[in-house]
């Protein structure tokens, strides 16, 4: 339910190229420096004004579930974020990045009862 209007929300923002509703366990994951890995709940792109994009990988987490498990997926987030570079070499695993234009990725965990007032900052 809580999720359902994070969709409606990035359905509506005209900002956007495209979103997609990521597939836990199935589809994109993120592997960080524990076993388990982090399928996000959404991926997004979003239009730049200088005619470039940024790509968003966005967990959602509900209020109850801010424990050392969110803090460990913020962290993963927020490392991949300061530390991704395009690569001209081949494709690696299932998402292919094979255009350098200026595209930047970033991944962001916010809390269901935040979205609202913190989704906006990724779509600007």
Do not use: C
């Not at 709940?41 to 940024?54: E, H, L, M, P, Q």
Request: hydrophobic letters at 40%; zero cysteines; proline letters at 2%.
């Amino acid at each position: 339910g809580d999720e359902r209007g994070v969709a409606v929300y990035l359905d509506g923002e005209a900002a956007l190229k495209w979103w997609h509703r990521n597939v836990a366990r199935s589809q994109y994951a993120v592997q960080g420096w524990r076993r388990a890995k982090i399928y996000p709940d959404f991926i997004f792109a979003v239009r730049r004004r200088d005619g470039t994009s940024r790509i968003t990988l966005l967990e959602t987490k509900g209020d109850q579930l801010d424990n050392l498990d969110t803090a460990y997926k913020r962290d993963v987030l927020s490392f991949m974020s300061q530390n991704f570079a395009w690569d001209d070499t081949a494709p690696t695993g299932t998402l292919e990045l094979v255009q350098k234009n200026g595209e930047t990725v970033e991944g962001a965990l916010i809390l269901m009862s935040e979205w609202r007032a913190k989704l906006p900052e990724y779509l600007s």
